[in-house]
């Protein structure tokens, strides 16, 4: 880092150009490892493809209540879509929160 740019400036320009607040939110959707699996799991398929959560539940060793609240998390966060199918709710990757996410990543760890 330069001698001449001060601690608060940095400070000041992340905060002027990141939403950390979103960026802590979206942390939080992933923040526990079932989780995670889930992301996975929705990742793997085709991007116009959707998951019922018998099919998730099928793919992870907890029950379908735990994936139901994972679920909702999730979802609450943006980095899931869920439509409802009759009596079934599908669910998908939100591909816009995934570039999102990305970039504000990029931009706070940025090297100079």
């Not at 398929?45 to 029950?63: E, K, R, T, Y």
């Amino acid at each position: 880092m330069k001698d001449d740019v001060k601690r608060e400036d940095i400070i000041e320009e992340v905060d002027k150009n990141i939403n950390l607040d979103k960026l802590a939110e979206l942390g939080r959707g992933l923040s526990h490892p079932h989780r995670l699996r889930i992301i996975g799991i929705l990742a793997e398929l085709p991007s116009d493809n959707q998951c019922m959560v018998s099919s998730i539940v099928d793919q992870l060793p907890i029950a379908q209540s735990t994936v139901s609240q994972h679920l909702k998390i999730l979802k609450e966060t943006g980095w899931i879509e869920g439509r409802i199918d009759g009596p079934r709710v599908c669910y998908c990757i939100n591909e816009d929160v995934f570039s999102e996410y990305k970039s504000e990543l990029e931009l706070l760890f940025r090297r100079e």
